[in-house]
T-cell receptor, first 112, second 113 residues
Framework: DSGVTQTPKHLITATGQRVTLRCSPR?????VYWYQQSLDQGLQFLIQ???????AKGNILERFSAQQFPDLHSELNLSSLELGDSALYFC???????????FGPGTRLTVT | GEDVEQSLFLSVREGDSSVINCTYT??????LYWYKQEPGAGLQLLTY?????DMKQDQRLTVLLNKKDKHLSLRIADTQTGDSAIYFC?????????????FGKGTHLIIQP
């Protein structure tokens, strides 16, 4: 158990809908990262937050957004969902320097 | 852009050593990582190596880094059935920890009895 929690574990929704994925980092970690894992693209970095502020962006679509709250939990919002958004979404957290990233168990999103 | 390459499959006999290889392109990477993913689970950080090191050993795991050739390997001694998983190589690029990790596609380690 990495100490990073993610909810929900599974999510099934229809095209065009909007969903919110939630992540709680390890106690004391200020950084949160979001990754998408799909069969065709593999594991891709989406976005990073550090202590409430956006710090880095990867291959995140404009339909996706994230935020980190004062209690350091983070939410990833996915809107106007398409079939191709079906994937595993992982959250990771790290200490300030980011050299050790610890991953949560993931949320499996299925868009039908 | 940045790229991390791994072979897709490796099959070894139980008790033998497994060697999983990886090449990367970003020479500015400061850290290189190995993660393990078991079916239906998240990624477990196995080990990582700082780019100015050649080798790191941690119990059954040995990481070798050839920075000149941008080649990283993970050796698992005395491979057991519990080692069956997908192993991902990753690098952190020039942004330190700030830009997220770039992962390879993963190597499926298959253990033969």
């Amino acid at each position: 158990d990495s100490g990073v929690t993610q909810t929900p574990k599974h999510l099934i929704t229809a095209t065009g809908q909007r969903v919110t994925l939630r992540c709680s980092p390890r106690s004391g970690d200020l950084s949160v990262y979001w990754y998408q894992q799909s069969l065709d693209q593999g594991l891709q970095f989406l976005i990073q937050y550090y202590n409430g502020e956006e710090r880095a962006k990867g291959n995140i679509l404009e339909r996706f957004s994230a935020q980190q709250f004062p209690d350091l939990h983070s939410e990833l919002n996915l809107s106007s969902l398409e079939l191709g958004d079906s994937a595993l979404y992982f959250c990771a957290s790290s200490t300030r320097d980011g050299y050790e990233q610890y991953f949560g168990p993931g949320t499996r999103l299925t868009v039908t | 852009g940045e790229d991390v390459e791994q072979s897709l499959f490796l099959s070894v006999r139980e008790g033998d050593s497994s060697v999983i290889n990886c090449t990367y392109t970003d020479s500015s990477s400061t850290y290189l990582y190995w993660y393990k993913q078991e079916p239906g689970a998240g990624l477990q950080l196995l080990t990582y190596i700082f780019s100015n090191m050649d080798m790191k050993q941690d119990q059954r795991l040995t990481v070798l880094l050839n920075k000149k050739d941008k080649h990283l390997s993970l050796r698992i001694a005395d491979t057991q059935t519990g080692d069956s998983a997908i192993y991902f190589c990753a690098e952190n690029g020039s942004g330190g920890g700030a830009d997220g990790l770039t992962f390879g596609k993963g190597t499926h380690l298959i253990i033969q009895p």
